[in-house]
Every structure is written in structure tokens, then in C-alpha cells.
């Protein structure tokens, strides 16, 4: 299984999958905990962590999407129910449900299924084989939930199967497929929500600044080295130290061509236009902090001064 693919294909992998998977194991996992220690009922004594501690739940449900040509875009998938005894799935719910998404989105196929944990399991392979009647080349999506702080891709592996002679015996094995993060602007917007919500634990306003404007700076740290290793790769083609690949090139071209329409005119106006509407904005929220500032400190002084006058037969003017 440490192989990889030799099928050619092209996988293009779509967010929504992941806040899926991920969705469904953290409701999964949610519900299978057990209550905590002091919920004992008629004061009976907590369990231990020992005897509580289980393993992590597995989900499975099927992905869904599209294939032209070479290339396979996942772009949505479902749930399904799984008998752990059996290692096999829930035949009529996939049928039912595959029909009411057929009814919603008619171009859309089952082109696998997916599950979570760090890696493929045999028994895996027995699902794997039970789908390929409704897919004859089904792909594999696993999403480990554990959290590696010191892992910088996402935790999501595409594995497909291909029959390879081991010890003389033909045998189907589950092997990596590369793929790519491919969005469209509804996505990009979800995304950016759900990367923005507020977190549980009644994190501050600073505490959220500081992580957004640590994840700019990864981002940005990021594409600067990409655009790093694709310069000195450009500068090694130039010199003739690696073979020239023309799609590389093309691909090159077609971002620096998208360069100079920041640079027009047109641009500069609208760019103007938004940061003086910014600045005028915050202009007159300042005006408008700085108004209410100032009718608190005269109502708090006609307050003192009535006082005063009552006391002294004094009246205000203010």
C-alpha cells in the first residue's frame, strides 16, 4: 500500500467533502462518548478513564461527483450505515439514497467511498470490493482525525485499487492517488465563515485577530516559497540544467498573463474608490465613538453640576 498509482488519472478533491467527513465523525464521536464522572447516577462511583477509554469511531458513506476524461472531481458525498460485525454496508440505505441524489443532481456518480482513520484496514477491502458493482474502479478517501500540529498537508489520502501478483497470487491492494484542492466561489465563501467563527471556549477579540493574521502570515509565507521553488526551477530550465516541459511553461504563462490586470487603470480607480470609502467609514465611526464619548461626559457634568446648584441656589446652563 505504500505504492502509488499508475492509473494516470487526475483527482480534483472539493472542501465540502472534508466538512463532511469531518462533520460526521465529530457527531459520531460526540455521541458514542460516554457521560462524564460526575453524572453517576443514585451516587454510584465514576468509571475509570481506563475502562471508559475506547477506540475512535469509523464512519463510512460514499463520494459523489463527476469524471471527464482523466480527470475525476469529487464534489459531495453522503453517509452511510455500516454493521461492524459484518464489515459490510447497509445495501437498501445506499440504493434509497443514491436515487434521491440522483433525483437532485442527475450528472453526479458514486465514484467511492470514504471513512476515517490513520490508515487502510483490511477489512476495508471488503467494502471496497462491495462497491464495484456499482463502480468498477471505485477510489478510497481516508481522513485521519488525529491532530498533527507538525503536519502541514491535509490529512486526507485518495488511495485506489489496482491487482497486483503477490507471491505468485493475484491480488487487488489499495495504492496513494495524488489529487488537488479544487473550489468554487460558494465553497470559497464557506470556508472563509467557518475559518472565522468564533471559537468555544470564549476566545477573545485578540485572540482572534492574532490567529487570523497568523494564518495571513502562513499563507503568505507559503506561496512565497512556491513562488521560490518555481523560480529557481525556471532559472535551472534557462540555464539548460533540466529538460524545458512545454505544459509547465503554457501553465507559467497563463498566471503571469493575469498579472498586468491588476495594473490597469480601471483597477487603480475601483482600488481608490474601496480604501477612501474604508477610510471614510472608519472616519465616521471615530466621529460617532467620539460623539457618544462626549454626550456621556456633558450628562455626567450637568449631573454634578445640578447638584451643586441645588445646593448653592445655582442653576445650569449647560
Not at 475509570?48 to 472531481?73: H, K, L, M, W, Y
Not at 457618544?292 to 441645588?310: G, P, Q
Request: charged content about 20%; aromatic content about 8%.
Amino acid at each position: 500500500m505504500a505504492s502509488s498509482s499508475s492509473s494516470g488519472l487526475t483527482f480534483k478533491l472539493h472542501p465540502l467533502v472534508i466538512l463532511n467527513i469531518s462533520d460526521h465523525y465529530t457527531r459520531v464521536k460526540s455521541q458514542s462518548q460516554p457521560p462524564p464522572p460526575h453524572s453517576a447516577p443514585n451516587g454510584a462511583e465514576p468509571s475509570s478513564p481506563a475502562a471508559t477509554a475506547s477506540a475512535p469511531p469509523r464512519v463510512f458513506g460514499c463520494v459523489i461527483g463527476v469524471q471527464r476524461g482523466r480527470t475525476v472531481e469529487i464534489f459531495n458525498s453522503f453517509e452511510l450505515l455500516y454493521d461492524p460485525v459484518t464489515h459490510s454496508l447497509d445495501r437498501g440505505f445506499l440504493e434509497k439514497k443514491q436515487e434521491l441524489y440522483k433525483k437532485v443532481f442527475p450528472n453526479f456518480y458514486i465514484l467511492g467511498w470514504y471513512s476515517t482513520g490513520s490508515d487502510a484496514q483490511e477489512s476495508d477491502m471488503h467494502i471496497h470490493k462491495a462497491l464495484m458493482d456499482i463502480n468498477e474502479s471505485p477510489l478510497y478517501v481516508l481522513l485521519n482525525p488525529s491532530i498533527n500540529h507538525a503536519q502541514k498537508d491535509l490529512p486526507v489520502t485518495i488511495y485506489e485499487s489496482e491487482l497486483h501478483v503477490i507471491d505468485g497470487i493475484p491480488q487487488l491492494i489499495f495504492v496513494h492517488a495524488s489529487y488537488t484542492i479544487e473550489t468554487v466561489e460558494a465553497e470559497r465563501i464557506s470556508v472563509d465563515h467557518v475559518a472565522h467563527l468564533k471559537p468555544s471556549d470564549g476566545g477573545s477579540a485578540a485572540t482572534q485577530l492574532a490567529a487570523h493574521l497568523t494564518g495571513i502570515h502562513s499563507a503568505i509565507k507559503m506561496l512565497n516559497s512556491r513562488i521560490r521553488v518555481l523560480h529557481h526551477y525556471l532559472l535551472a530550465m534557462q540555464k539548460g540544467e533540466i529538460p524545458s516541459e512545454n505544459s509547465l511553461l503554457r501553465q507559467v504563462s497563463s498566471l503571469l498573463r493575469r498579472l498586468p490586470a491588476i495594473e490597469s487603470e480601471k483597477f487603480q480607480d475601483d482600488f481608490l474608490m474601496e480604501y477612501n470609502d474604508t477610510l471614510l467609514v472608519s472616519y465616521l465611526a471615530m466621529f460617532t465613538n467620539c460623539s457618544s464619548t462626549m454626550n456621556e461626559l456633558v450628562d455626567k457634568f450637568n449631573t454634578a453640576y445640578d447638584r451643586h446648584s441645588r445646593r448653592g441656589g445655582r442653576t445650569s446652563f449647560i
